[in-house]
């Protein structure tokens, strides 16, 4: 058997044309969908991640503003520069990108973030909307994961979802969607013992942990589906953390690193930054 590959390029293409039209549809009402992003200091990554974010952001017809900050930019400055946005009713996303500079605490910055306008999905208010089921923001790459799993028509109710990785970012927020779309889940971390008990048992298994093709083939139930979320820079080259040429011989489904999990996580960006509009328009309707 040879496994079925989940293309996230072209899902996200097709998601990204969706969210255009969408984008055309609220220009017409008189909203333009409008995402701001604080960038502080030099990190070529966070540099050209950023730079990804606006390119995604003006092809789908929302307008990305990016305030780049020294090094030096204080606590204070970035906790004023955010509540000024806050109180900005033309901005309807903003997101602090990470990691910041170690004089400044990520927690204290998140929280400052007005939830309604949490695209990144952080803030502790809409981590608890998560967990109760409620309508908040879902992180960006749990979110895209989601989405490709049921674009691509997995099902996901009554399976066994097996997540390597406990992280805020992915691991937690993706075992939490799953739960709420009725899989069973199991979680996984440095502290699992025996971890290929577990992942042998999974119809769906999420690798994030960040570590190059740590999960081998005898670690995979034959016709799962396999989600890879690592990214490894090995030799110049983009891996995963699944051994991919063998595990691809008996899955049923597998994500291809690069162009895979990726694509979708700044898709999802887009569908929250559209989704924050069209709730801030409905509560300036209201009010
Ligand atoms: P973190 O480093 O925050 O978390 C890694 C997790 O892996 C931790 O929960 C850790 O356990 C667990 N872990 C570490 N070693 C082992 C082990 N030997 N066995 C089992 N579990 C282990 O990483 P992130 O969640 O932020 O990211 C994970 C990967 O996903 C990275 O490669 C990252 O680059 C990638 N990523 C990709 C994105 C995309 O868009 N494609 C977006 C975000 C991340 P413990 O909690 O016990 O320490």
């Known amino acids: 058997m040879t496994a079925n590959l989940i293309d996230g390029k072209e899902i996200a293409k097709t998601t990204r044309s969706r969210?255009?039209?969408?984008?055309?549809?609220?220009?017409?009402?008189?909203?333009?969908?409008?995402?701001?992003?604080?960038?502080?200091?030099?990190?070529p990554a966070s540099h050209s991640y950023v730079k990804g974010k606006e390119r995604a952001c003006e092809q789908a017809g929302i307008t990305s503003v990016v305030k780049r900050h020294p090094e030096s930019f204080t606590e204070a400055e970035l906790v004023e520069e955010i509540r000024t946005l806050n109180e900005d009713s033309s901005v309807h996303g903003i997101l602090v990108q990470l990691p910041l500079p170690k004089h400044i605490d990520e927690?204290?910055?998140?929280?400052?973030?007005?939830?309604?306008?949490?695209?990144?999905?952080?803030?502790?208010?809409?981590?608890?909307q998560l967990l109760s089921g409620g309508e908040g923001f879902v992180p960006c790459t749990p979110l895209g994961i989601i989405e490709m799993l049921k674009l691509t028509g997995i099902e996901i109710e009554g399976k066994h979802a097996v997540i390597v990785g406990r992280s805020n970012l992915v691991g937690k927020p993706v075992g939490q969607l799953l739960l709420n779309e009725n899989a069973t889940v199991t979680y996984c971390h440095s502290k699992t013992k025996d971890l290929y008990k577990h992942t042998l048992d999974a119809d769906i298994l999420i690798a994030a942990v960040g570590r190059p093709q740590m999960i081998g083939v005898e670690g995979i139930k034959p016709g799962a589906?396999?989600?890879?979320?690592?990214?490894?820079?090995?030799?110049?080259?983009?891996?995963?953390?699944?051994?991919?040429?063998?595990?691809?011989?008996?899955?049923?489904?597998i994500t291809p690193v690069p162009g895979g999990v990726g694509p979708m996580t700044i898709t999802m960006l887009l569908h929250n930054t559209v989704l924050a509009a069209k709730r801030l328009g409905r509560c300036n309707d209201r009010s």
């Not at 396999?226 to 030799?235: F, S």
């Open 107 to 128: 927690t204290v910055v998140l929280d400052e973030i007005s939830p309604h306008k949490d695209v990144d999905g952080f803030h502790p208010e809409n981590v608890g």
């Open 19 to 43: 969210i255009k039209e969408d984008v055309e549809q609220l220009i017409e009402q008189g909203t333009i969908p409008s995402l701001t992003v604080i960038l502080i200091g030099d990190d």
């Open 225 to 253: 589906c396999v989600i890879d979320v690592g990214v490894n820079r090995v030799d110049g080259k983009l891996i995963g953390d699944v051994q991919f040429d063998e595990t691809k011989e008996i899955a049923g489904w």
